[in-house]
């Protein structure tokens, strides 16, 4: 196929561009003709206007791409690059699409199959360097939305619960309480009806009694439009999100890394998650969602590898953002070697916040003190999560880590303490943590930090992308889509012009396993009796004054 590859357009060219500016170009071209890429872009779209299109679909992806790799991601910058930039100017061959004619493309060709896209170009790019994407690295970052920062809303949802606790006390007055629910939330439709009620009702009553009537009237009505707008912001936050913003209904309200140092909710910014999964320093696969942590990013980021490339890597690193039991089990269920922090590995590996006790195959626990402890059943104790058990180790008096075990306990001193464990949780924490600290795992998590951290300071910083230009998810996926086909692009120019092989690190012969640093004893208790573990906004304000 040479769809891609430059054909005479114009009798003479009225630019002059150098052959190694044209031999990248042209390289770029080649890569995209051999994906295969543009049966897809010449696919008929819903929508599209018949006859011949305006300009060559094939180009205008080539010319997107090019310009989200050089960093020029707003449609002005593509309009005015083929203007007056001649790396542009040979794509086109000399044509120059309006802004309106990009936005149009992007909205009607690329945006419907941005995944299949994205997929069949990046899938090319490994086996033009024979590596292997069977083991991929995952990182998730914020990034602010297009939309007003200071107009967005806040799910209503304590303020809705009590609207219709005095809509309910309203209506018993009223004495139209019949067929309303005794608890929970009243609908609008319902109040809609009972509005309608005591309208034909307020004409039955007497002078005397009208302009009360009346009054409670008006109530039930500024409640029944109150309650309306509740369920309508409550319809565009959906059951998992708690804010949207009036410019952006899909943003949500979320605290940026840039906000960490002056106080989390404090600073409140329009912004999306984006979860980004790269194998070999190429980003394989996207997911952007409007969830404000990482728990229940993961999932869905592997389901997109296996929609795009038919199965799940073989190995897989994550930092301690991802670390829940949903996505330990799911790795386990899947057959993927999990390479993933749980939230307290930063603690127990510098010794700091060790763990109070570790799980025997014979179902007993040891806990700091080396004492043995035994699964127990307490019958006037509830289980504070599910699936949990309690475990009760005897002898404590003695045990020099007792401060510290006790320390969150309102009782600091006794014989024995019942532990509240997770058998399931608990195992899947210590295989990670044993897979985490072999040569294995250090390879892994050294090549994370390479790769995933370095490709999203590659586009924040070397790419000037740390904002969406789209509103809308669907709009802001896309944008993203190019923005990593760009990534992955500017990366196959400069290694292919080079002549590079993607290497990254890998372990050296006679690398010993990591060990976490022994707990000591007078430590754990010095911190206990400073109180170290005061909230950050405690010690900001201790030393503040000093």
């Not at 061959?93 to 997929?119: A, C, D, L, M």
Request: net charge positive; with cysteine.
């Amino acid at each position: 196929m040479n769809d891609f590859n430059t054909k005479q357009g114009v009798l003479f060219y009225n630019y002059t561009l150098d052959v190694e500016q044209t031999s990248k170009i042209d390289r770029m071209l080649s890569l995209l003709d051999r994906s295969g890429v543009a049966s897809v872009l010449r696919e008929p779209t819903k929508g599209r206007p018949l006859g011949r299109p305006e300009f060559d679909p094939v180009r205008m992806f080539a010319c997107i791409v090019y310009g989200f790799a050089m960093g020029r991601s707003s449609l002005r910058e593509l309009e005015s690059s083929c203007r007056y930039d001649v790396r542009f100017m040979y794509i086109m061959e000399q044509e120059t699409p309006s802004h309106i004619s990009f936005g149009r493309y992007i909205n009607k060709v690329v945006k419907p199959r941005h995944e299949r896209i994205f997929s069949l170009v990046t899938s090319t790019m490994p086996r033009h360097f024979n590596a292997d994407i069977s083991d991929c690295f995952i990182d998730g970052t914020k990034i602010e939305a297009a939309a007003n920062r200071y107009r967005f809303v806040w799910k209503p949802t304590s303020f809705h619960t009590s609207l219709a606790e005095k809509t309910r006390n309203l209506l018993s007055v009223m004495e139209l309480s019949r067929g309303v629910p005794a608890k929970g939330l009243i609908p609008s439709a319902l109040l809609a009806d009972k509005v309608t009620q005591a309208s034909l009702e307020l004409e039955r009553k007497d002078e005397p009694l009208r302009k009360a009537y009346s009054k409670m009237l008006a109530n039930l009505v500024s409640y029944m439009e109150k309650t309306l707008e509740y369920e309508d912001k409550e319809r565009i936050c959906g059951p998992d999100r708690n804010s949207y913003y009036k410019t952006d209904h899909d943003a949500t309200a979320m605290c940026l890394k840039r906000d960490y140092y002056s106080g989390p909710g404090s600073n409140m910014h329009p912004a999306y998650q984006v979860q980004l999964t790269i194998s070999s320093g190429t980003m394989v696969s996207y997911y952007v969602s409007q969830d404000r942590t990482d728990l229940y990013t993961f999932i869905p980021a592997m389901e997109k590898v296996r929609e795009m490339y038919g199965g799940y890597p073989k190995r897989v690193c994550a930092d301690s953002g991802c670390g829940c039991l949903e996505n330990h089990r799911f790795c386990r269920d899947m057959g993927i070697k999990a390479f993933i922090k749980y939230q307290s590995w930063q603690g127990e590996c510098c010794g700091r916040r060790p763990s109070l006790y570790e799980l025997n195959p014979d179902d007993t626990i040891t806990c700091l003190g080396m004492r043995t402890g035994r699964r127990v059943s307490i019958p006037e104790r509830h289980h504070r999560f599910k699936g949990s058990v309690f475990y009760l180790v005897d002898g404590c008096t003695c045990c020099e880590f007792m401060p510290y075990c006790r320390m969150f306990m309102k009782e600091r001193h006794g014989e024995s303490k019942v532990f509240e464990i997770n058998p399931e949780f608990q195992v899947l924490k210590q295989e990670a943590r044993d897979r985490l600290l072999s040569v294995e795992g250090i390879e892994m998590r050294v090549n994370r930090s390479c790769q995933a951290e370095g490709g999203f300071g590659i586009l924040k910083r070397d790419m000037s992308y740390d904002r969406f230009r789209r509103v809308g998810i669907e709009q802001v996926r896309c944008e993203f889509m190019l923005t990593a086909l760009g990534y992955n692009i500017r990366k196959f120019l400069r290694y292919s012009e080079k002549g590079l092989k993607v290497k990254y690190w890998t372990a050296p012969d006679g690398t010993a396993p990591e060990r976490f640093r022994k707990p000591s004893a007078k430590r754990l208790r010095n911190r206990v009796e400073r109180r170290l573990w005061k909230s950050a906004n405690e010690v900001a304000r201790t030393y503040r004054y000093k």
